[in-house]
């Protein structure tokens, strides 16, 4: 899909220990250790330092931003009715923010082999968060909505947990991936037929899981130098016609076009379309998703900034502001206050949602509920056979 030039031969990323990110111990570069005063020439040397790879600021921005484009989505979702500027924006946003946000989720998820580790890994980081949650967001809206008859049900993700169950599906079937020959072949046909199949339900979220696997697919396939190559300077010039026509045609189809076409939730015929529609609207928005992303991509900063430590913890970001605006919706807060969906209204739901995940993303945020998304839970595993 993208070429590796061969100017850009740099040394692969560091594995991931989480593979959505990189390992916390990866924070400060490899330093040999300085010789003591005075000593001499006949002194042993000491032993080097094991080498420690610092942490790539620029995925770490595109996992803060790409989690801000998210919120402030949801946070236009209750206001957009009324506005077509608003639609065609959201429309924009959700085109490319959850595909980017898969795509780098593949990325870092290359070095998942199945091993014990990883295993463990995959339970306390995806598995226990999806089961606290998915009872947290039930049990929310059965009490703050006065919704007696919700039922915590782990088969059917409520709201936003559908993404911890595609994480951990795809994860599981990353070795499948990695060993065909033409895997990304495999995976649009698969989302093809997703999108034309309504016989798979809701179980699982599996329409969400298998139309939106070519992103995972495609993620698991890139390379160091393929984020090297979008982020060149012709590609940042290209982007911003892209974006600018996709800003205009967004804003042309924004009346005409079902929002459940980028829900990727449902089949074409759970949506009255055409079954052949489905097959055409896969790829079309695969097209439009990817061609987007690339323009998201080129423009991240690739340096350190202020928000990039923020970046390390987007779970607790992603899983806390669907909370916070579930508690706004509940309150009737955007039905008590019209204005919001007035111009002026709509930038204090976008700085607001955006200054709520970043809290959110915050270091102190992501200690304290680290007993929810990343549990010690050795007591839980066998421990690893000494080898003979």
């Known amino acids: 899909m993208f070429p590796a030039p061969s100017v850009f031969q740099r040394a692969p990323l560091p594995p991931a220990t989480r593979e959505s990110e990189p390992r916390p111990e990866q924070t400060t570069t490899a330093t040999a250790p300085r010789p003591a005063p005075g000593a001499g020439a006949s002194d042993a040397p000491a ?15 595109v996992k803060y931003l790409a989690i801000v484009l998210v919120a402030v989505a949801h946070a236009w979702e209750p206001v957009m009715d009324g506005s077509r500027a608003t639609r065609a924006l959201y429309m924009l946003v959700y085109t490319f923010h959850m595909p980017a946000f898969i795509l780098i989720s593949g990325y870092f998820s290359r070095t998942f082999d199945m091993s014990a580790p990883k295993v463990k890994r995959l339970i306390t980081g995806v598995v226990v968060p999806y089961v606290l949650f998915e009872t947290a967001y039930s049990l929310f809206k059965r009490y703050a909505d006065d919704s007696p008859d919700t039922a915590i049900s782990l088969i059917d993700p409520f709201y936003l947990t559908w ?62 130098e393929h984020f090297q190559l979008v982020r060149r300077r012709e590609v940042k010039l290209l982007a911003l016609p892209v974006l600018a026509a996709a800003l205009l045609f967004a804003y042309w189809i924004a009346p005409r076009m079902q929002l459940g076409w ?14 052949w529609s489905g097959a055409v609207m896969t790829l079309a928005m695969f097209g439009c998703a990817l061609a987007l992303t690339i323009v998201f991509l080129a423009w991240v900063p690739g340096r350190a900034r202020w928000f990039t430590v923020l970046g390390a913890g987007t779970i607790c970001g992603y899983l806390l502001h669907g909370l ?27 700085l607001t949602a955006a200054a709520a995940v970043s809290l959110m993303c915050t270091p102190p945020v992501g200690r304290a509920l680290k007993w929810a998304t990343d549990p010690d839970m050795s007591w839980a595993f066998r421990k690893t056979p000494a080898k003979r």
Do not use: C
């Open 47 to 61: 032993p080097a330092a094991a080498p420690a790879r610092k942490r790539d600021p620029y995925f770490d921005n």
């Open 163 to 224: 993404f911890l169950v595609a994480l951990f599906i795809w994860r599981v079937t990353t070795p499948i991936w990695l060993s065909l020959r033409h895997p990304m072949l495999v995976a649009l046909a698969i989302s093809v037929l997703a999108s034309v199949s309504p016989e798979i339900g809701d179980d699982l979220d599996l329409q969400r899981v298998l139309q939106f696997l070519p992103f995972f697919v495609l993620g698991l396939l890139m390379k160091p």
């Open 324 to 350: 916070a605006l579930k508690a706004a919706v509940y309150a009737g807060l955007f039905d008590r206050y019209t204005w919001l969906s007035d111009p002026i209204g709509l930038v204090v739901v976008t």
């Open 262 to 275: 980028l829900y990727r939730a449902n089949s074409a015929q759970e949506m009255d379309a055409p079954w």
